[in-house]
Structure formats: C-alpha cells, structure tokens
C-alpha cells in the first residue's frame, strides 16, 4: 500500500524558512517522480514542484522559484522542500504526491497523495 | 500565464449524469487529469491522459479533450461523488490547475 506523510509545517515568520519532509513507503521512491501541491484556506489546488525519480531533474511554480527547493534522498525513500524567503501568501497546507511516471513527460499525473502539513506565515 | 476555467459548481440529482468541464487555450494539444478531493482527504486522480481511469475508479467516471475543453463526466451520480474536482494540465514543464468545480448531490 502506497503511503506518504508529510512533516514538518508550523507557524514561521515573513521571510524566514522552513523545510518540509515527506516520508513515503510501499512503492519503489527511485522509481517515481514526487511533486509538492498546496491548497490555500478556501482556494483551489496550486503546483509547486516537482523531482525527476531517475534524472533529478526539477520544476517549480514562477510563484516560488528561487525561494524553495525540492529534493529527495532515494535512499531514505524521503521528498523534502526547503522553503526560505517565505511570504504570507505562501501559508497553505501543503500536499507531497507521487507521479505517475518515473521521468516527467505531459502525459505525468499525480497518483497517490499525502494528507498534507500545514505552514502559516504570520509576523 | 495559462489559465484553466471551471464552473465553480455543479449540481445534480442522485443516478443522473453530471459533466464537469475544464477551458483552456487549445486544450485538446494538451492531457487532462482530473482529481476528486473531500473535505478531510487527499485528493483522488480520477482520470489521467485525458480519458485513463486509474485502477480502482469506476467505469461510470470518464473524460474527454476537445477544442478547447475536456469534460469530467460521472454517471449514475451518487452521494459518495460529492466534493470538489479539479482539471490539471502541464504548461511548458509547469503544473497548472484549473480553479475547481464543487459538485453537490442534491
């Protein structure tokens, strides 16, 4: 059974960092592009970003390039985001996923997901 | 930045048919995934490349791409449908989805 859990949301401060960590468990992680999608208070799904599972390679939303970065330890079977510069509309409750493809390609879609950690960015 | 427009909601009765559908600039050149999320749960996918069910989603749950539309269409509707649906496509390597469509089993 394919599990993910998300950790590591709270309350953090304009402009500082957090770094959110997703623990995945019953498929092959290497195998497996990841991606992060959060959900605003009353707003829809947004795309954050995503990891190649076989090259590494990554893509981020223009909303948060340059400030987060997505990575992952195969070894671990663990997704993380470092989120720096954190602003107040980036407070959501934020979703790691499996894709369905181990590279991306367009035809990519987000097969299992985690029930989510939240982050509020507040002074 | 690529936009994809849905009906914020849609109603429909119990064993009726109920099309969700999802616009965007030339769409159809595109996939289309679709997602179902309750209220307390991770969202579902429900339909990929268009017109795929994953293993698990039901016949009476398709999709379809053309023109500039792709259309969620779930039939003999049943309470346990209820929620929120949201079309997805990738735009030059970027996620976008649309805003969400709350369908209500009336």
């Known amino acids: 059974e394919v599990q993910l859990l998300e950790s590591g949301g709270g309350l953090v401060r304009p402009g500082g960092s957090l770094r959110l960590s997703c623990a995945a468990s019953?498929?092959?992680?290497?195998?497996?592009?990841m991606t992060w999608v959060r959900q605003s208070p009353g707003k829809g799904l947004e795309w954050v970003s995503t990891?190649?599972?076989?090259?590494?390679?990554?893509f981020y939303s223009d909303s948060v390039r340059g400030r987060f970065t997505i990575s992952r330890d195969n070894s671990k079977n663990t997704l993380s985001l470092q989120m720096d510069s954190l602003r107040a509309e980036d407070s959501a409750t934020y979703h790691c996923?499996?894709?369905?493809?181990?590279?991306?390609?367009?035809?990519?879609?987000?097969?299992?997901w985690g029930p989510g950690t939240m982050v509020t960015v507040s002074p | 930045s690529y936009e994809l427009t849905q009906p914020p909601s849609v109603s429909v009765s119990p064993g009726q048919t109920a099309s969700i559908t999802c616009s965007g600039d030339?769409?159809?050149?595109?996939?289309v995934a679709w997602y179902h999320h309750k209220p307390g749960q991770s969202p579902l996918l429900v339909i990929y490349?268009?017109?795929k069910r994953p293993s698990g989603i039901p016949e009476r749950v398709s999709g379809s791409n053309s023109g500039n539309t792709a259309t969620l269409t779930i039939t003999g509707t049943q309470a346990m449908d209820e929620g929120d649906y949201y079309c997805?496509?990738?735009?030059?390597?970027?996620?976008?989805f649309g805003g969400g469509t709350k369908l209500t089993v009336l």
């Open positions: 490349q268009d017109a």
């Open positions: 997805q496509t990738w735009v030059s390597r970027t996620g976008v």
């Open positions: 996923a499996k894709d369905r493809l181990g590279n991306w390609n367009d035809g990519d879609a987000f097969d299992f």
């Open positions: 990891i190649n599972g076989i090259t590494g390679s990554t």
């Open positions: 019953g498929f092959t992680f290497s195998d497996c592009a």
């Open positions: 030339k769409l159809r050149d595109k996939y």
